[in-house]
């Protein structure tokens, strides 16, 4: 794997496979930000979300999440972790803490945006909850929300509308 | 200041004199969990805000954020930190930063409601995030709202309803 | 499983099947606390790691470390996660980021505590990080790292000797 | 302040005001990483503390947490935030908790580094704790601390020793 966009496309193969498109995750940007910044360009969110897909952090989560719920699915896990993730039990939080090293990358908006949609559950994330699917997702719902937090973030901190010149540096210099 | 109920008492004082009641609490934390716990008694809830304004480390975050808020309405702050608190500058986050000790009280479920209710600002968190009072509550309004976010949390933690037998240990052990 | 205790049987049986005694983490707790605390007690430390171990996000936090750990020893993770634990790549940050629901149970100190042995591996942490036994602890040193930092942080919380009484409330409080 | 890197210079002034130079961090920085990365050049970690002192949290910290430390340090706070800080109360914990911001932004490595000199306290860090010379460094030496920690994990973040190409797309991405 010498190619620098392998672990970037493997994440993004491993949301494909189990249903989720950049274009979902787009629609969950859109529908955080947009009433912030204008015009809100499909390039702008989709580089963001790259962005965001390109840290390492990132895609060491979507890999281990995205494991736990494929065992969980193949009945593959001990108990009492199986039962635990067949029901979505709501007192159970890992799904939520693996999620901070996603939430926390540009700066605490990431965390307000994660706590509106994952309670909201708009868009894909709805799908993702739909019990009657079969499928397990209990760690890829909070893995997507906070991808879409994240990237709505960053939209937010490198966007000179939302800048004060009197008072902060050019968000050129956050990346 | 040998009671132990001091500084409880002066954390309640502090949110009192700045216009939050345990009242104005407790119909945050009404809202947050109404549709998941019944009955939601008055008593559960007042102890469960009882319980986290106890803590040591939502005291010291309230006297912390409260001084920051009445030194900036004093014009009493260096700049750029006086222009940045006037103004509640949308990427200032060290308001939302300070929270973290209390969300993170009783588990993830913290997290989520917090950013929730601080997105959607119901009760108190309108009206202490109306610049036309002239006052500044730049940490205020988080504070309340990861307090009330906190005590939702606890309740959801203890509560019989939201346990499965089968998978979970009594929550008589969680508080 | 009605009895209250299972869950935190469980967890207790899972760190002794991983080769993990209590005693292994009091001894860590010690090494934290002993410059601190006098006279700090087999009985207080011991309490401190029963509390912790009751607390249902270190319950949920051990049983999904420990499945991937074992999963991994079993060669039953998918590629690139299954090589990734195997060779406990240095930036592979998922263990320490479960931990978060563990070290901040009792306040900012147990943080600190959980960096400083995590660097400095004392005791169990050292056997445990020993790639030569040919096991795969990746989560479970983390984990264990992390209850001893919190039981530590909870000593000290509960400590009267770090308390100052003209500016401090009652410890009683903390639980 | 049209000029990008005004709240960068802003920053650095406060911390030389304040008796810390950008070298003293540096030395925490080599402390950190010697026994990892070969040759660790000044330039690379100068650049590595440059881009933690641009991002917009870490200067909003360090803003705000040095307001408070010259606030107790001239008597003007309310009781009890001005004898807390005076004493700097080992159970106080805002200063930790505002350098969250700051430790999360190169993953979890960040954390474990923080931990470790914030209990170790080398170099500059020793001095800032010194209450002989009558100075308030409550919340600079966390926030000093949680630069060094940030800088050596992005240093950690970006070097090819420690990346395994068969496992882990191009460090090029991570900035």
Chains 1, 2, 3, 4 share one sequence.
Not at 64 to 74: F, I, N, P, R, Y
Request: hydrophobic share 35%; proline share 4%; aromatic share 8%.
């Amino acid at each position: 794997m010498k190619n620098p966009e392998n672990f970037y496309q493997l994440t993004v193969n491993l949301l494909n496979e189990r249903g989720v498109k950049l274009s979902d995750i787009e629609e969950l940007v859109y529908g955080l930000q947009k009433a912030y910044i204008h015009p809100l360009t499909h390039e702008a969110m989709q580089e963001s979300i790259h962005k965001i897909l390109q840290k390492r952090e990132v895609q060491n989560a979507v890999i281990t999440g995205v494991e736990l719920d494929k065992l969980a699915e193949q009945h593959k896990l001990s108990e009492p972790l199986q039962s635990i993730m067949e029901k979505d039990e709501p007192l159970y939080g890992c799904d939520e803490v693996l999620t901070f090293s996603i939430t926390n990358l540009y700066g605490s908006i990431g965390f307000t945006n994660y706590g509106y949609i994952d309670k909201v559950k708009p868009g894909i994330l709805k799908w993702l909850n739909d019990k009657s699917t079969g499928r397990v997702n209990v760690f890829l719902d909070d893995l997507v929300g906070a991808i879409a937090a994240a990237a709505a973030s960053r939209l937010a901190h490198t966007n000179p509308d939302l800048e004060d010149d009197s008072i902060y540096s050019s968000p050129k210099n956050e990346d």
